[in-house]
């Protein structure tokens, strides 16, 4: 297995002083947001009001590791709609904001009043601080990364875990002032008040972040609010998630025909499988080939899926007109721009000649949601609510005259979540294991033009970065590895020559979901096999090098 990063050190601090004084309560006004669920849609479930932060996904899906249903709403939604859903308890996320802001994000009021337990998260803690009458200032000083939690007071929320725990932070801001009825009860070497509790109304708020993995027994922090605190049935799991999509598909679409745009990945396929375990042969998908696929992979999709999976596939060469549209193109917003729109005007080309079809099935997942969001600002303060990092083609990338209605029964589920079901789904391991790869392809893995050439030489290169680490069995301890083409040339010498050729970028990241990665710690000796044989067997390519990037900062693609 690939070695894992050194675990950092953190002093342990025995004992803190955590006492302040309360000032007087403060009322605010907040914007209103209405949603479309159905009433008492979200019983035993938790709501997650989010106020922008990277990790508000995360605290979602580490509700549902606890076979607890979680929904992440917009943060200014009312106390009526989240009555009238009927959750067993709120968490607020955090987010990029100072709660002292002019046009900070705040919740509604009434929410206070709902008589539901509320755990307020990083900016949620400070905010609810803040609403209900605590004080919240710029830290003297400001805290991120690992710090050692010295926990006061246990009560519910810390039950069962140690006195000294390794936390995550992440803030600039702390509560200097508590609201009436909290008290602290948990605090670090330079936070004194780094978790808070009202236990009479079940408030709680801790300044780090639980959900993510470096706060050892996070997960124990969040199981005692949503099961012992909120007192949700652990009943949440993925074979009722499917059998309940199978029905909303089966009452959606009727006896009406249905299209898939197939691609071969995890997300398209376990959704072939979902849609035609619910209407057979109602059920027809199209596999466009637009030219920027792995090597051997258009093949062997169209042979698995129509031989073995008898699911009626449409094979569409288009690879020549894809290509033609990227001549001289280098920007890779404007690749993907260009390819995601010749995909919907082919996609509506070989569909009228197919159809007609009613529906039209995507494999939207949470995160897609998310990271094509864009630069939406909130009408009431003005504030970005969410930053555009890059564009996916499968959201928000269809005409606004499409004449499909949306099957999407994967937009509420995480990766991780499409591969245990695609396991109760009966997916072989080949497909529901297979690593993420981008709607666009290969094209964005060329940095520059795309070309007959590059795209030669990737293909080849990709298929050996694989083939290797699958042969020195780790394909499945990383979340992707591939290759990357760049459009810097160096010199070499090879067989006694000089050469002046491209350069291949070996990229190997793990993670759970894709929104944050680490690089993977690929032994020195699989490393060298990978850069002997793509100098060896690739054309054009002198020279092999190693990307050692997080996500953040970079991104897992390169373009």
């Not at 859903?85 to 990029?96: A, D, K």
């Not at 049935?233 to 249905?258: H, N, P, S």
């Not at 072939?272 to 466009?288: E, N, P, R, S, Y």
């Not at 094509?372 to 990092?389: L, M, R, Y």
Request: glycine content about 8%; some cysteine.
């Amino acid at each position: 297995m690939a070695a894992k990063p050194p675990e950092l050190r953190t002093k342990v601090v025995k004992s803190v002083n955590c006492r302040f004084e309360v000032p007087a309560v403060t009322s605010t006004q907040t914007a209103r947001a209405s949603i479309s669920l159905k009433d008492g849609a979200l019983k035993n479930s938790i709501v997650i009001l989010d106020f922008g932060s990277q990790y508000s996904q995360l605290i979602a899906r580490r509700v549902r590791e606890l076979n607890v249903y979680s929904e992440l709403i917009h943060y200014n939604v009312s106390a009526s709609e989240i009555a009238r859903l009927q959750p067993m308890g709120i968490i607020f996320s955090g987010g990029p904001n100072s709660v002292y802001d002019k046009g900070a994000p705040i919740c509604d009021p009434e929410i206070w009043k709902l008589g539901l337990p509320v755990l307020g998260v990083c900016y949620g803690m400070q905010l609810m601080a803040q609403e209900l009458g605590g004080k919240v200032e710029p830290a003297k000083v400001r805290e991120f990364g690992r710090a050692m939690l010295t926990v006061v007071h246990h009560g519910m929320l810390f039950k069962g875990l140690d006195p000294s725990i390794d936390s995550w932070m992440s803030h600039g801001d702390s509560v200097i002032g508590l609201p009436p009825g909290f008290r602290t009860v948990a605090c670090t070497m330079t936070t004194p008040t780094a978790a808070i509790a009202d236990e009479e109304r079940g408030f709680y708020g801790v300044q780090f972040h639980p959900e993510v993995v470096h706060t050892k027994g996070g997960q124990d922090i969040i199981r005692n609010f949503v099961v012992d605190i909120c007192g949700c049935k652990r009943e949440w799991t993925i074979a009722k998630f499917l059998d309940e999509a199978i029905q909303q598909v089966r009452d959606k679409v009727g006896e009406k025909r249905l299209l898939l745009a197939l691609s071969g990945g995890v997300d398209s396929s376990t959704l072939a499988f979902l849609l035609h375990k619910a209407v057979g042969d109602q059920l027809t998908c199209m596999f466009i080939d637009q030219g920027f696929m792995r090597k051997n992979e258009p093949e062997w999709l169209v042979e698995k899926f129509t031989n073995d999976f008898h699911i009626n596939v449409k094979y569409v060469d288009a690879k020549e007109r894809f290509l033609k549209k990227l001549e001289g193109v280098t920007d890779p917003e404007e690749k993907r721009r260009l390819i995601g729109n010749e995909f919907i005007r082919v996609f509506e080309e070989e569909s009228k000649k197919l159809g007609p079809f009613e529906f039209l099935a995507q494999g939207t997942l949470y995160p897609d949601v998310i990271e094509s969001s864009g630069n939406t600002v909130d009408p009431q303060t003005g504030e970005k609510v969410a930053v555009k990092i890059k564009s996916h083609h499968n959201v928000g990338g269809l005409p606004k005259d499409l004449q499909f209605k949306l099957v999407e029964p994967f937009a509420k589920l995480f990766k991780d979540e499409v591969r245990k079901l695609a396991q109760e789904l009966g997916v072989p391991e080949s497909i529901r294991e297979r690593h993420p790869f981008p709607g666009p392809g290969l094209a964005i893995r060329i940095l520059g033009e795309v070309t007959p050439d590059s795209l030669s030489s990737l293909r080849d290169a990709d298929w050996i970065v694989r083939e290797e680490i699958k042969a020195h069995g780790l394909y499945r301890q990383v979340w992707q590895a591939f290759a990357v083409l760049l459009p810097t040339k160096s010199v070499g010498v090879m067989g006694d020559q000089r050469t002046y050729e491209n350069t291949i970028v070996i990229r190997a990241v793990t993670s759970e979901d894709g929104m944050t990665a680490d690089w993977a710690r690929l032994p020195y000796d699989l490393l060298d096999s990978i850069s002997r044989r793509i100098v060896n067997e690739v054309n054009g390519v002198n020279r092999v090098v190693f990307d050692i990037t997080s996500k953040p900062p970079a991104t897992i693609e390169w373009e």
